[in-house]
């Protein structure tokens, strides 16, 4: 019999992970559906009750839901419990589970362009998806960890969290860093992220969480139009989603084939 598992989130649609999980199921030879699930501000824990309800497995969870279904777990993995956010859920024993694997899908992916020990990294926002970065990050040893966000009182509040990062608002952003990861959601809405010259004249590597299926987002255009070497999360969603199928179905699928496979379609 097939096991059920979801993503919720909103925008939803443009989700790639039903496919990416299909990949890994037949890779591994495991009955799965995979659904896409709009998320309703509202009713949202009820959706999530729900779905346990109607016999779902795990339910992965996008933007703008990670801290609710975060604050809805009876139980939480320890990353996120320092992530503050959830992106993964499943039932066990009657009891809600979380877990986020941004954090180590991102790294897993990263580390195929770059090593992270003593690199300066700038962080851009400062919602669920940094949140999840930031613990994992620093457990690579960068040297500096800064975070800059749109709304600086944002970006302050994380820094209560994890105290060992620096934070600071889009103004007043100095500094040379060697690696700069866009976790706002800017790209999403088709918006650009304009960096100041001195930083972007370093050539930092340029990494975008978000990921569009035929184009380059806007985060990595803009930095290949100054000679950055830039990729978007598409590797980092494969990487993570690895996670949750693993956490899910206890075997860990192969990520590369499927990134190709993804970027080839
Ligand atoms: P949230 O809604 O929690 O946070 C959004 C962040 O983006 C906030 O810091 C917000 O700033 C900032 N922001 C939004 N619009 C703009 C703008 N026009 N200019 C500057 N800052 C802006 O979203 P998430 O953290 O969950 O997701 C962020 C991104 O990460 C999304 O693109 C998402 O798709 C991507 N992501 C990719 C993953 C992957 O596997 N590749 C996994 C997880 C996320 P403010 O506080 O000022 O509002």
Request: proline share 5%.
């Amino acid at each position: 019999m097939s096991k059920r598992f979801a993503v919720i989130g909103n925008p939803v649609s443009h989700s790639l992970s039903p496919v990416i999980h299909q990949y890994f199921a037949r890779q591994t030879d495991i009955k799965l559906t995979y659904e896409k699930v709009k998320g309703d501000e509202v009713l949202f824990e009820q959706q999530v009750s729900d779905f346990f309800i109607d016999y779902g497995k795990g339910l992965n969870i996008t933007l703008p839901f990670k801290q609710k279904a975060f604050a809805m777990a009876h139980n939480r993995t320890t990353r996120c419990q320092l992530a503050g956010a959830a992106n993964t859920l499943w039932l066990q024993e009657n009891q809600l589970y979380a877990d986020n694997t941004d954090g180590i899908g991102l790294i897993n992916d990263l580390t195929h362009y770059l090593q992270l020990k003593d690199r300066k990294i700038l962080i851009l926002g400062a919602g669920g998806a940094a949140r999840g970065i930031i613990h994992p990050l620093l457990a690579m040893n960068p040297s500096v960890l800064t975070v800059a966000n749109r709304t600086v009182a944002k970006a302050e509040e994380l820094k209560n969290d994890f105290p060992l990062i620096k934070c600071t608002g889009f103004d007043n952003l100095s500094g040379v860093f060697d690696l700069i990861i866009n976790a706002t959601s800017a790209s999403l809405e088709g918006a650009t992220i304009f960096l100041p010259e001195h930083i972007m004249a370093r050539k930092p590597v340029c990494y975008d969480l978000a990921y569009k299926k035929n184009e380059p987002t806007p985060f990595v255009a803009y930095a290949k139009n100054l000679g950055c070497q830039a990729v978007d999360g598409m590797g980092m969603l494969v990487e993570q989603a690895a996670e949750a199928f693993f956490i899910w179905n206890g075997v860990r699928p192969e990520t590369r084939p499927v990134l190709e496979l993804l970027r080839q379609s």
